[in-house]
């Protein structure tokens, strides 16, 4: 770690790439708001549209829709414009700046490693979009443009994080300065990994085909409620202890999903409910559901009626993501020895 003394900063995203899903605001918003709410830390947040973009065409509408329903579901799941700095990546010209300085500082090596190229990319490499291959050297610019000090993501974003530290590394004994800050990857909590409502071993996805595997957090109380009760699970009762879930993965997951609504452990979760069918089981967690996402689909309904409020805001937070931003890009240009007017 350096010894260079950086300010406290939270920078974390998501893609506007579809709508929002329960994994999305148990995975990574509701831990957004802590952070905020914590007042430890700077919080930044970003719609990272220029993401969403890597891997396949989205129709343009498409996605303008996608990043003003993100942007309410920040707000509607309790992030304050005030509090914290919430804006769309593409506003902000400075990632994009600094993530080519980063696609010299990276090696061709590291890119093909990433697990998540491999996976996007398949078999047919050749016909994946460079975006894409270059994808976590604009992440490591996503964060380190603002120094970010701390990076709350999933599991699978983890590799990514572990790229940008080299990156900040790298460039940082290349050029003989401790200048950008060795960003820690942040991940906690029982529902970082909310999974498929119909398959406990995959990741629940909004670009899965089918809706019954996920709940979208647009869904209303009839909607969410039938989903939880038809998620699948096994015919065993609740266990008497969390290691009696091994090897059940959708019990696993619903266990999970009930810890992240009400902050109990999975551990407090099970010893309440052991010995409960999961057919009642999963009617007490439909209701939890409702009461905790319904307030929140409701919200983001109403802002969704006002989006050139949500453009306002989107545009005050790309101000003041760029008044941190700006000064951080014009010294890593000097760094590197850019003749800058």
Known sequence: MSDTAFTPRVFSGIQPSGGLTLGNYLGAIKRFVDWQEAGTHETIYCMVDLHAITAKFIDPATLRRNTRELCAGFIASGIDPEKSVLFNQSQVPEHTQLAW??????????????????????????AASLGLLAYPALMAADILIYHATHVPVGEDQKQHIELTRDIATKFNHDYGREFFPIAEPVIEGAATRVMNLQDGTKKMSKSDPSEKTRINMTD??????KKIRKAKTDPDPLPETIEGLEGRPEARNLVNIWSGLTDQ????????????????FKQDLADIAVDKLGPIASEMARLMEDQSEIDRILGRGAERAREIAAPILDE??????????
């Open 220 to 225: 209303d109380a009839d909607a969410i409620a």
């Open 332 to 341: 890593t240009y000097d760094i590197v020895g850019m003749v800058r007017s």
């Open 101 to 126: 300085i980063f696609n010299c500082v990276a090696r061709m090596g590291w890119m093909n490693r990433m697990t998540q190229w491999k996976d996007k990319s398949g078999k047919n490499a050749e």
């Open 265 to 280: 452990t999975p551990a407090q979760v099970v010893e309440a409910n052991a010995g409960k069918l999961f057919g009642y």
